[in-house]
């Protein structure tokens, strides 16, 4: 004996009604129903659920998060999360990624939105949030890399790592006029 457990978020019963699924299929899985409402529909839920993400990418990627800024807990809360809890956990391992810091913060651009009117300030990915905070903290300090208040110790990184991220990225300071 096995028992199977699926999910979906497809409207099973008009797939059905449209022959794009199959009934017998259906009624096999559907003994014993679960429905659980979308993130957005249960806004307590995540504090916990920030938290769980939190520990475990803290530990797998070996930074010191242990705790969420109360304003991005907010902000959390109040987002829409159109990508449920599996987005919830991608900005959660974004930010942990980004951090080197005990006490996490979610920048706005880790909560990717889906309305027109902000997707085009929405990073891409990782790879363009990570050259934009770089870009952001390089102008910051004046493109000053390394020493006191330089953009190394600003981003918690060695002068050399800095260094190697902006070769990477393909970064280069501005042209004074």
């Known amino acids: 004996d096995i028992r199977l457990m699926a999910s979906t978020n497809a409207d099973l019963p008009s797939a059905i009604e449209q022959g794009r699924f199959r009934a017998d299929l259906f009624y096999r899985l559907h003994v014993f129903p679960i429905t659980i409402p979308p993130l957005r529909a249960r806004p307590e839920d995540i504090p916990e659920l920030a938290q769980h993400f939190l520990e475990h990418y ?11 800024e109360p304003d991005s807990l907010q902000r959390l809360i109040r987002y829409s999360w159109p990508g449920n809890i599996r987005e919830l956990e991608n900005v959660i391992e974004r930010a942990v990624i980004l951090s080197h810091q005990k006490v996490l913060r979610i920048d706005e651009r880790l909560l990717i939105l889906q309305s027109a009117t902000h997707e085009s300030k929405a990073p891409a990915g990782l790879v363009d ?33 800095l260094r190697s991220r902006i070769k990477k990225l393909g970064l280069q300071r501005p042209s004074r006029l």
């Not at 803290?58 to 969420?68: D, G, V």
């Open 129 to 161: 949030f990570e050259r934009q905070h770089i870009l952001q903290t390089l102008a910051a300090s004046n493109w000053q890399i390394e020493g006191e208040g330089g953009a190394a110790e600003q981003l918690r990184l060695a002068p050399s790592t």
């Open 58 to 68: 803290a530990m797998k990627l070996k930074r010191p998060c242990e705790t969420i």
